[in-house]
């Protein structure tokens, strides 16, 4: 009769020991790496690479433009000579009117551009929030915080970052589509 309760003591010493276990080996609290994420997302790179093409085009307009506009410089230059006062300043102001046009039409192309870039960057940022959020509903996780290198996580064990599976599984859902 003496050993059940010393065998009830054992298996409650027992149980606490894996109970403890379990509970720091699954974590409710995690984090991921955004900055790993966002470069490492396979979306990221297509996304980026179209984003590039476009801007490059973009500013091949504005090149040809101002290439234009200093090759008429440079005739206006040869034929200043040649030309009645009446003409010149008429040459002058049509040079200067196209200069401000392709100024404005440069500004406004680099704000397309900016523009452009952050949206692109901001579908990229929403696809890795939904994933992350049904990985966290699915893996039962509180909380998965996200460490971007701005001091928001200090410290954090090795064991509690999720990047690498997170990327696995958000590149293997972007791979499907």
Same mark, same amino acid.
């Given at each position: 009769?003496?050993?059940?309760? &010393? ?6 010493? *027992? ?9 720091? $080996? ?25 984003? @590039? ?7 091949? /307009? ?9 090759? #008429?410089?440079? /005739?206006?230059?040869? %034929? ?7 003409? &010149? ?5 049509? &040079? $200067? ?11 406004? =192309?680099?704000?397309? =551009? ?10 990229? =940022? ?11 509903? %699915? ?13 928001? =996580?200090?410290?954090?064990? #090795?064991?509690? @970052?999720?990047? %690498?599976?997170? &990327?696995?599984? *958000? ?7």
């Amino acid at each position: 009769m003496k050993k059940i309760p &010393l065998y009830a003591a054992g298996l409650a010493v *027992l149980l606490s020991i894996v109970s403890i276990y379990f509970a720091k $080996s699954s974590s409710e609290l995690v984090y991921v790496d955004v900055n790993k994420l966002i470069t490492g997302y396979s979306k990221t790179k297509v996304a980026k690479a179209e984003f @590039d093409k476009k801007a490059a085009l973009m500013k091949a /307009n504005v090149d040809s433009l101002i290439n234009n506009w200093q090759n #008429e410089l440079k /005739n206006y230059e040869k %034929e200043r000579t040649s030309l009645s006062p009446k003409e &010149l300043k008429l040459k002058q102001e049509l &040079l $200067s009117n196209k200069q401000q046009q392709i100024n404005g039409y440069q500004e406004a =192309i680099q704000k397309k =551009i900016q523009e452009e870039d952050k949206k692109v960057t901001q579908t990229v =940022i929403n696809d890795i929030n939904d994933y992350i959020k049904e990985y966290g509903k %699915e893996h039962n996780y509180k909380i998965i915080f996200g460490a971007s290198g701005g001091g928001n =996580i200090m410290y954090a064990d #090795e064991s509690t @970052d999720l990047t %690498e599976d997170v &990327l696995k599984g *958000l590149n293997a859902e972007y791979d499907k589509k």
